[in-house]
């Protein structure tokens, strides 16, 4: 009788430890994404050392082997054409843009003043106009020509020497909360912003654009001074033919926070989902026609991936990046 009632107590401690056993070997992950190749949208998932926390905020390129990322805590990463790596940037106060004239002359942009140059080798800290502001993008034409936006509706410009605030002259009862900036050249340069706000540069006078519309605008790129795209809340994607701006079809009502491309016929627009987790959006314009190409990113392998994307960046077709949160780093072959 004592024996059976040993056997019958390890068999009991056996189903135990069975079960316990399974039960701590079910998944704990979060909803920070797999990085799992390929998408079936054609886009993949790159590995890079700042998955899954870091939350990438912009890209720029020299070419497809000498690619930039800036993020949260100071972090920029550089892709070489086979691997991404972390690069020494001295702070970690948190990156918002990024723009080069070459591989030796990349500007990064950030909170609290934060200005950051690399000339090839290392990185290094600029002195700010003003002290303390937030700035979001960065974008120039060269070395010598830079300017960035700052959140508070100031635009600051460096002249190859020290930066310094431009003079925006608008009526007192005109709020500029700028976002974004872009242009073709020094004498035409595109701010936008909070409430459908477009400014115009012509190279001595800053100018308001009618928008014709009231939504928040967060990106702008293009391919000429009569064909720029600026796109935001909504799904709106605006277009200026070098006259008026006019509002596109996307098809979407997905919050697009960053366009970019290679040609006026292949252009991505990227973004998050309208909703309060941010799946990611993407969409591509073939020279007539919107369509939407986010495919599975959102789903793969049967996880959640919130991919809120907010920057792009292409060098040709075949050649495309997109950076976001959870250490987002997307890549378009083309195919």
């Known amino acids: 009788m004592k024996k059976l009632f040993i056997l019958f107590i390890t ?15 079910v998944s704990t992950s979060s909803t920070a994404p797999s990085q799992t190749t390929p998408a079936p949208s054609g886009w993949t998932y790159q590995e890079n050392p700042g998955y899954p926390y870091v939350s990438f905020e912009a ?6 082997s000498d690619v930039f990322a800036v993020g949260d805590n100071g972090n920029i990463i550089h ?16 990156l918002t843009g990024v723009w080069g004239s070459s591989p030796s002359d990349v500007f990064a942009v950030g909170l609290s003043g934060t200005i950051l140059h690399y000339n090839g080798k290392t990185w ?13 993008k960065v974008w120039g034409t060269s070395s010598s020509d830079v300017f960035a936006v700052v959140g ?12 310094s605030v431009m003079t925006i002259n608008l009526p007192s009862n005109i709020f500029v909360n700028l976002v974004n900036i872009w242009g073709t050249s020094s004498s035409d340069v595109f701010a ?6 477009i400014l115009h540069y012509d190279g001595s006078t800053w100018s308001i654009m009618d928008s014709g519309t009231a939504n928040e605008l967060l990106g702008i790129w293009g391919t000429s001074s009569s064909n720029v795209y600026a796109v935001g ?36 627009a990227v973004g998050a989902v309208a909703g309060p987790l941010g799946y990611a959006s993407i969409l591509h314009y073939n020279g007539s026609t919107w369509s939407d190409m986010t495919g599975d990113i959102n789903n793969m392998n049967g996880e959640i991936n ?3 994307l907010n920057g792009v960046w292409g060098s040709s077709p075949s050649d495309v990046f997109a950076v976001g949160r959870w250490g987002a780093v997307l890549h378009y072959p083309g195919y």
């Open 124 to 136: 290094g800290t600029m002195v700010s106009a003003v002290p303390n502001v937030s700035f979001n």
């Open 233 to 268: 809340t909504g799904g709106l994607v605006l277009h200026y033919d070098g006259n008026d701006w006019s509002s596109m079809t996307s098809g979407t009502t997905s919050e697009l926070i960053s366009i970019g491309g290679s040609s006026a016929s292949d252009v991505f």
């Open 11 to 25: 068999l009991v401690w056996c189903l135990f430890t069975a079960v316990a056993c399974s039960a701590s070997a």
């Open 59 to 64: 890209i720029w390129g020299a070419s497809p």
């Open 152 to 163: 508070g509706g100031s635009i600051q410009h460096y002249d190859g020497k020290n930066w």
């Open 79 to 94: 892709y070489d054409g086979n691997v991404w790596s972390t690069m020494n940037t001295g702070t970690i106060i948190n």
């Open 306 to 308: 919130y991919y809120l």
């Open 192 to 197: 936008v912003g909070v409430g459908g706000m």
